[in-house]
């Protein structure tokens, strides 16, 4: 009985704190890995490698054919980005070859 009380309250004050408007639904986008893991030789396969243009172009498509009406907002570029060197300060950097800033 007591188990069943704590496990009613715990689910009571999560409803209630969430209940701000945000988060209503889960962080939704595009994710390069799954289709194009880590192929960045742009020079080989140009058409499906993972560079500046296909990310432009993913960000395109998700305006272009609805997503993001749907709630998908975000292009997530999240591997085979950096360079294999670091700048002065130590940080990771774009690779110059593929990402132009």
């Known amino acids: 009985m007591h188990l069943a009380v704590a496990i009613f309250a715990s689910a009571l004050v999560l409803t209630l704190a969430l209940d701000n408007g945000l988060m209503r639904t889960p962080p939704m986008g595009w994710l390069a890995w799954e289709r194009y893991r880590c192929d960045i030789d742009c020079e080989r396969d140009p058409k499906n490698c993972i560079s500046e243009?296909?990310?432009?172009?993913?960000?395109?498509?998700?305006?272009?054919?609805?997503w993001r009406e749907l709630g998908y907002v975000y292009?997530?570029?999240?591997?085979?980005?950096?360079?294999?060197?670091?700048?002065?300060?130590?940080?990771?950097?774009?690779?110059?070859?593929?990402?132009?800033?």
Request: hydrophobic share 30%.
């Open 53 to 66: 243009n296909l990310f432009k172009d993913m960000a395109d498509r998700l305006s272009e054919d609805g």
């Open 75 to 101: 292009v997530n570029i999240d591997d085979c980005w950096s360079s294999m060197e670091r700048d002065k300060q130590g940080r990771l950097q774009a690779d110059p070859k593929r990402y132009v800033l």
